[in-house]
C-alpha cells in the first residue's frame, strides 16, 4: 500500500491530530503500559479545541442569556397573540413576526449554538475516523514489511542451510510470525488495550472484516487482500485476540461509553436548554410540543453519545468524555456565576424601589 496514497486519507483535524499531535507526543518517549501517546495526543487535542471555542462558547451562553430576557419580555405579547388569532393562521404568522422584530429577536440566532455545536462534532468526529483509519493502515504496511523481509531471508537461509524448499518455508513462516509479533506493540489506554478499537467487547486486534469492512464499527480501509491481512495479522489476533487457548480478552470493559452517557445525562440535567421560540404561525399547542420534542432529545443526546462509543474508537470516546467534562465545569462555573450577579441585580433593583418609596 502506497504510504503517499495514505496519506491523502487525512482530513485536516486527522493531519493535526496524526501527523502533527501525535508524533509530537510519541517523541516524548512515553511509557505505552499505561497511557500510550495516543491517549495523551487526544487529551491535549481535546483541551487545545475547548481553549479555541470558548469564545464561541461565551458568545452562545450571553446569546442564550439574551434570547431567555427577551423571550420573558414577549412571552404576554405572544400569548395575547395566540389568543386572539388562534383561528387565523396568515394573521397569527404576521403578528409573531411583528413582535419578533419589534424586540429584535431572531429565531435563526436561537438555534445558531445547537447547529454551530453539531457541526464541530461532525467535524471532529471525521478527524478521529481519519487518524485511526489512516493509523491502522500504517501499522498493516509496518507488519507487512516485517513478515515479508523476514520470511524471503529466513528462506534463503534455509536452502543455503541445505534445506528443502517445504523446510525452508515452514521455518521461514515461524521465523516471520515471531518478527511481527516482536515488533508489534498496543498502543493502550487505562485499562483499554487498543485505543484505536472500541472499548467494548471488541477484540484489540481487528480481523480483515472489521479492518476492511464498511459501517458503524469498521474500518473501511480498501485495498487489501484478506489472505495477504490474515497471514500476516493472524499472530497477533492469536496473540491479543480472545479465543479458544485462553488467550486474549475484550479491548475494553465499557467504561468510557458508559461515563460518556452518564456525563451527559448529568449535563442534560444540570444545563437547562433555553427555551425554544414560537416558529411564526405556530399555535401553541405546536409550541408546546415543541418543547416536549426538546425534554426528549434530552435524553436521545446521551443515548446517541453512547451509541458513538460503543460502535467506534476509544480515542473518539476519550474524546467525548474530556471534552463532556470540561463543558460540564464550564456550564456549572457560568450558572453558578450569572446566578451570583442575578441575585446581585436583584438587590440593586429592591434597595433602588426602597429608597424611591
Avoid at 474524546?319 to 441585580?345: G, R
Amino acid at each position: 500500500m502506497d504510504f503517499m496514497s495514505l496519506a491523502t486519507e487525512l482530513n485536516l483535524v486527522g493531519k493535526f491530530v496524526y501527523n502533527v499531535l501525535y508524533k509530537w507526543v510519541s517523541s516524548w518517549g512515553i511509557d505505552g503500559s499505561v497511557i500510550g501517546a495516543f491517549g495523551v495526543t487526544v487529551i491535549l487535542f481535546t483541551l487545545i479545541l475547548k481553549l479555541i471555542t470558548s469564545p464561541l462558547d461565551i458568545w452562545q451562553k450571553l446569546l442564550a442569556r439574551s434570547n431567555a430576557r427577551k423571550m420573558e419580555i414577549m412571552k404576554p405579547e405572544l400569548d395575547k397573540i395566540n389568543k386572539l388569532y388562534a383561528n387565523d393562521r396568515n394573521q397569527l404568522m404576521l403578528k409573531q413576526r411583528e413582535v419578533y422584530s419589534k424586540y429584535k429577536y431572531s429565531t435563526f440566532k436561537a438555534c445558531l449554538p445547537t447547529i454551530v455545536t453539531l457541526v464541530v462534532f461532525m467535524v471532529v468526529f471525521s478527524g478521529f475516523n481519519s487518524s485511526v483509519k489512516y493509523h491502522n493502515s500504517v501499522v498493516f504496511d509496518n507488519l507487512q514489511n516485517v513478515y515479508e523481509t523476514t520470511y524471503a531471508t529466513s528462506y534463503d537461509q534455509g536452502i543455503n542451510d541445505g534445506k528443502s524448499a517445504q523446510e525452508a518455508a515452514t521455518a521461514a513462516t515461524e521465523a516471520a510470525e515471531t518478527a511481527v509479533i516482536d515488533s508489534y506493540e498496543l498502543e493502550r489506554f487505562l485499562l483499554t488495550d487498543n485505543i484505536f478499537m472500541p472499548d467494548t467487547w471488541k477484540n484489540p486486534i481487528p480481523d480483515a472484516s472489521t479492518y476492511a469492512g464498511t459501517g458503524m464499527g469498521k474500518l473501511g480501509i480498501s485495498e487489501i487482500d484478506e489472505t495477504t491481512y490474515n497471514k500476516v495479522m493472524q499472530p497477533i489476533i492469536d496473540e491479543y485476540n480472545f479465543n479458544d487457548k485462553g488467550k486474549g480478552a475484550w479491548n475494553g470493559y465499557l467504561i468510557l461509553p458508559v461515563l460518556v452517557m452518564v456525563l451527559s445525562i448529568l449535563s442534560s440535567k444540570l444545563v437547562k436548554p433555553p427555551e425554544q421560540p414560537q416558529v411564526a404561525g405556530q399555535t401553541e399547542e405546536q409550541a408546546k410540543m415543541q418543547q416536549s420534542q426538546m425534554k426528549t432529545m434530552q435524553y436521545i443526546m446521551p443515548l446517541m453519545m453512547g451509541v458513538f462509543s460503543l460502535f467506534y474508537s476509544t480515542a473518539f470516546s476519550l474524546y467525548m468524555f474530556v471534552s463532556s467534562l470540561f463543558s460540564l465545569i464550564f456550564n456549572v462555573t457560568w450558572n453558578a456565576v450569572q446566578k451570583k450577579q442575578d441575585a446581585i441585580e436583584r438587590d440593586r433593583l429592591m434597595s433602588t424601589t426602597v429608597k424611591k418609596k
